[in-house]
């Protein structure tokens, strides 16, 4: 299994421009999840999955857009690339909650983007 | 909405030294998990907690769950170079559409010296 993969690995961006970051994994998880990570702030959730057809937000949605039209892939979309948006993302998958109570998430490598 | 508080942010020891982290969070937790990113890497996960006073270990790592459910922490015995990185703590909200979803702590970044 790859497990979590996630494309590209470093991209720059100009103010304005849209992109998609994708996450693929090969485990069955119904789960899905993308989080930013800044410095001293943690991993915060930016959108979130519980299974195909179904997303909702997390705590810092603005500015991005999910779908998840197949339970292997969850591409999140940058609408109009802002500096702000300048951060490491991660795309993980984990279990489903409703069944396992299992909540261990696996990451992905990480997408480092740069905003200019 | 949930917060989880976790300290120190920087620990810098001696290899050899103990180390600790702890979390809080301000709402009881049905569970605790913990993370460990390497520098330039991504979060793996180290372990759940479940139960109430709960102590689990990994060879040099002691993991405990609070009596009340709301706080943890995170025992390095004898650190390694090895054990460099950032510690995250992360509980479950609960309820609805939001069951599963994952609140992390700012993270523990640790530097070992030799």
């Known amino acids: 299994n790859a497990g979590v993969t996630q494309t590209p690995k470093f991209q720059v961006l100009k103010t304005g421009q849209s992109m998609t970051l994708q996450c693929a994994q090969d485990m069955n998880h119904e789960y899905m999840s993308w989080y930013r990570q800044d410095p001293g702030m943690g991993l915060r959730l930016i959108h979130y999955s519980v299974g195909a057809g179904i997303t909702d937000q997390g705590e810092v949605p603005n500015g991005y857009n999910v779908s998840r039209s197949t339970t292997e892939d969850f591409p999140l979309r940058l609408l109009s690339a802002a500096p702000s948006q300048t951060s490491v993302y991660f795309c993980a998958s984990s279990y489903s909650t409703f069944t396992s109570g299992r909540y261990e998430q696996y990451f992905g490598p990480g997408t480092r983007l740069t905003v200019t | 909405g949930q917060q989880v508080m976790q300290i120190p942010q920087y620990q810098h020891v001696q290899e050899g030294e103990d180390f600790t982290t702890y979390c809080n969070s301000s709402?009881?937790?049905?569970?605790i998990q913990w993370y460990k990113q390497r520098p330039g890497g991504h979060p793996v996960f180290l372990i759940q907690l479940v139960k109430s006073g709960e102590v689990k270990k990994q060879k040099r790592l002691t993991f405990q769950f609070g009596e009340a459910k709301k706080n943890s922490s995170l025992h390095i015995t004898a650190t390694q170079t090895t054990d460099v990185g950032t510690y995250f703590c992360a509980g479950p909200n609960a309820g609805g559409t939001s069951y599963g979803k994952l609140t992390f702590g700012q993270g523990t970044i640790l530097t070992v010296h030799p």
């Open positions: 709402t009881t937790l049905s569970n």
